[in-house]
């Protein structure tokens, strides 16, 4: 010691909590993602740790989350019309072009929400246009069923076939007079 004294003997006394472990496993829909999980936003599946702190003097608390992201059940039709045939209308809202439309299908069991997907492809008309020139001792000019006797531009619509899209037709048709050599 010192001067002369005896030395001090301190007994210190640790005693070591375990950390607490706080586990939590769930399950959720992809629609319910981004999830929020003690102050966390989280927005895809997979594991998640974070702390917590004490307030009553014991040991923190070491949270996990181990989260699984169920995928939405998808049901995907592709439609092809002609652009005549728009507005479309689906799952009662109207369409009026090409592209992907989605209907959720809400569930109230507990299960997933579904979508209903459609691919819309819509097709022009098919556009003939052609011009032709001949002389008049060739009329009547046959033309889709018509005897056309006169220069002119005709037009008209052929229906489509086994699905196909109308097509427009269009003729300028020039008749040449004929040329009398005397």
């Keep these: 010691g010192i001067n002369g004294s005896c030395d001090t003997i301190v007994t ?19 629609n319910d993602l981004p999830y929020i999980w003690k102050g966390l936003r989280i927005d895809s599946e997979g594991t998640y740790n974070t702390s917590t702190k ?12 181990l989260l699984t992201v169920k995928r939405l059940p998808a049901d995907t039709t592709t439609v092809t019309i002609c ?18 439309y989605t209907d959720t299908i809400r569930k109230n069991d507990g299960e997933c929400d579904s979508l209903n997907i459609l691919h819309l492809i819509v097709t022009d008309l098919i556009f003939n ?16 069923g018509l005897e056309l006797i006169n220069s002119g531009y005709y037009t008209g619509t052929l229906e489509g076939q086994n699905g196909a899209c109308d097509t ?6 020039i008749v040449k007079n004929l040329i009398y050599d005397t």
């Design 83 to 100: 652009i005549s045939e728009l507005p479309y209308t689906w799952k009662n809202k109207t369409i009026n072009g090409s592209g992907f």
């Design 129 to 144: 246009y052609s011009t032709i020139s001949i002389c008049s001792n060739e009329l009547p000019y046959l033309w889709y």
């Design 168 to 173: 427009v037709i269009a003729l300028n048709l």
């Design 54 to 65: 004490s307030n009553t003097g014991s040991c923190d608390t070491l949270n996990t989350l």
């Design 12 to 30: 210190l006394s640790v005693t070591i909590r375990p950390l607490n472990y706080d586990t939590l496993q769930i399950s959720i829909c992809q």
